[in-house]
């Protein structure tokens, strides 16, 4: 996928990560994507590519009413054609298939498709066939907002597929606000891949900046920009205040610890909903993130940009 802060479309997409789960990540993500329906012009979509573990819907409650089916192609072996001669088993790099007493058995769960054995197989012994690995739901939200969200079938052990049929759904003319799976592995890593900016979701507490450290790594191997949000701010240390400012990363949002938010999060509601005070703030947390990176979408932004926005504590 090209960025499209490369292409020149002037849309922006824009992932919301996070080094582990429970940092509010998805709550950012959400609230962000209903606070830019208020002042976006080209639109907004959000793609929940948290896909073992989806829950932005919950939060948006958007009316689905399209089920794409996700499939990978995995071999199939034709014994009465094939000889054995383990071709297929030295190409796998996933041990998805070998030879097992002069029989050629696949393993669908571990192949990652690449059609190796297929290729290299000297007796055309090899098809391949389709198999589900989940599903992609769509629709739009009471606020206007496409919605994608995708979701791998309980058992599966790689999640790329269907994080792949998810961001099929990008469009150009939109912004788009990617909620990335927590963590930094390869499934965080394909969700990132290609994204114009990253919003680092983190707790201002050592763990929190332990894996703040993590996903910071992360984006700078893919070459993706980023910036932090902290939420929870007031508990813990200043531990992730001094690494942002030692590591010159803008802090884009602080969100307080208060137990208003706590509530209208476990009500299943964003910020922009239970708190019309935060939708500025949010705007701002886009308008920083198009000044920081620059290109043709900054044209559609006005105002002037403040280093960090808060919302002050409700008494």
């Given at each position: 996928m090209t960025p499209h802060g490369a292409?020149?479309?002037?849309?922006?997409?824009?992932?919301?990560a996070a080094g582990?789960?429970?940092?509010?990540?998805?709550?950012?993500?959400?609230?962000?994507?209903?606070?830019?329906t208020r002042d976006a012009p080209p639109g907004v979509e959000l793609l929940d590519c948290d896909v073992e573990e989806p829950n932005a819907d919950i939060l948006l409650r958007p009316h689905c009413n399209h089920r794409e089916p996700v499939h990978v192609m995995v071999p199939q072996v034709n014994q009465t054609l094939c000889t054995s001669c383990g071709r297929c088993a030295e190409a796998c790099?996933?041990?998805?298939?070998?030879?097992?007493?002069?029989?050629?058995?696949?393993?669908?769960?571990?192949c990652c498709g690449c059609g190796a054995c297929s290729f290299v197989c000297p007796e055309d012994a090899i098809s391949e066939v389709a198999?589900?690995?989940?599903?992609?739901?769509?629709?739009?939200?009471?606020?206007?907002?496409?919605?994608y969200q995708g979701r791998?079938?309980?058992?599966?052990?790689?999640?790329?597929p269907v994080t792949k049929a998810v961001k099929r759904h990008i469009h150009d003319e939109l912004v788009t606000i990617i909620d990335a799976p927590p963590g930094t592995a390869c499934p965080m890593q394909e969700?990132?891949?290609?994204?114009?900016?990253?919003?680092?979701v983190t707790e201002p507490t050592p763990f929190g900046l332990s894996d703040l450290r993590a996903a910071v790594d992360t984006c700078r191997?893919?070459?993706?920009?980023?910036?932090v949000i902290i939420n929870r701010d007031g508990v813990g240390d200043a531990g992730?205040?001094?690494?942002?400012?030692?590591?010159r990363i803008p802090v884009l949002l602080r969100i307080p610890q208060e137990r208003v938010i706590a509530e209208a999060y476990s009500r299943g509601e964003t910020l922009a909903h239970a708190f019309p005070e935060w939708v500025a703030p949010l705007q701002d947390v886009f308008a920083r993130v198009r000044d920081l990176i620059g290109g043709p979408a900054a044209a559609r932004w006005r105002g002037p940009i403040e280093p960090s926005t808060s919302v002050q504590r409700r008494r």
């Open positions: 292409d020149n479309t002037g849309a922006l997409t824009i992932s919301v582990k789960g429970g940092t509010g990540k998805t709550l950012v993500a959400t609230s962000l994507a209903v606070a830019l790099q996933f041990s998805a298939i070998a030879v097992i007493r002069q029989a050629v058995i696949a393993f669908p769960e571990l198999r589900s690995v989940g599903v992609v739901d769509s629709g739009v939200t009471a606020d206007g907002i496409r919605f791998v079938n309980v058992g599966e052990q790689r999640s790329a969700a990132l891949d290609g994204s114009d900016y990253c919003v680092l191997q893919l070459g993706v920009p980023y910036g992730v205040e001094a690494y942002c400012a030692d590591q």
